[in-house]
């Protein structure tokens, strides 16, 4: 079956740059996209198709893509940033729908 | 404004089947490349995808769980119901009904997301 792999957690100072990355197979045929999901909360589209960003995200997300990695970086992370963040994407024949397994994204 | 609401059973048996409802407002699923999907999340787990129906009564399932799962939906209602056959403890999970559209690469994705619903299943 396909599977997106994420770093389980990455940690970062306020202000500074976070980087998470997600590796698949597929990821140079099909678009990635990211949600960040706030404790006791439903996820929340961040980013859509590799690089765009839903109205409403601030302009320090940002995703961008090469070869089997897709990778969502938050400019200048602040502490409301803080949560899981997982990406999603599908296997080359479309048939299977498939989140990473997340990242535990902690801003202190 | 794009708003969904899941409802059913907060505890169900094991063995029994699970049968969730989707209302939703804000848009209407006879719109062309519009769907909506079922994810669920065990608790303190990642998230996983279950089922997803487009416009055109087109329906899609996980892979793994497909024998136990069904989709459909009530145009007129607005409604999109999920029933999954013999619940056990391991689908305890919080499910979410998700509004989704299609991308370039004809791959559906969720833009718009309930606030999910808890199903306990413990006997």
């Known amino acids: 079956s396909y599977e997106l792999t994420q770093p389980p957690s990455v940690s970062v100072s306020p202000g500074q740059t976070a980087r998470i990355t997600c590796s698949g197979d597929?990821?140079?045929?099909?678009?990635a996209y990211w949600y960040q999901q706030k404790s006791g909360q439903a996820p929340v589209l961040v980013i859509y198709e590799d690089t765009k960003r839903p109205s409403g995200i601030p302009e320090r997300f940002s995703g961008s893509t090469s070869g089997t990695m897709a990778t969502l970086t938050i400019s200048g992370a602040q502490v409301e940033d803080e949560g899981d963040y997982y990406c999603y994407s599908t296997d080359s024949s479309n048939n299977q729908r498939v989140f990473g397994g997340g990242t535990k994204l902690t801003v202190l | 404004q794009i708003t969904l609401k899941e409802s059913g059973p907060t505890l169900v048996k094991p063995t029994q089947t699970l049968t969730l409802t989707c209302t939703f407002s804000?848009?209407?699923?006879?719109?062309?490349?519009?769907?909506v999907g079922w994810i669920r999340q065990s608790p303190g787990k990642a998230l996983e995808w279950l089922a997803l129906i487009s416009w055109n009564d087109n329906k899609r399932y996980s892979p793994s769980l497909k024998n136990r799962l069904n989709i459909t939906k009530d145009t007129s209602k607005n409604q999109v119901v999920l029933t999954m056959t013999n619940m056990d403890p391991v689908d305890t999970a919080t499910y979410y009904c998700?509004?989704?559209?299609?991308?370039?690469?004809?791959?559906?994705?969720?833009?718009?997301w309930g606030r999910g619903t808890l199903v306990t299943v413990s006997s």
């Open positions: 998700a509004h989704s559209l299609r991308d370039a690469y004809v791959s559906w994705y969720f833009d718009l």
């Open positions: 597929a990821l140079p045929m099909k678009y």
């Open positions: 804000g848009f209407s699923l006879s719109t062309s490349v519009v769907g």
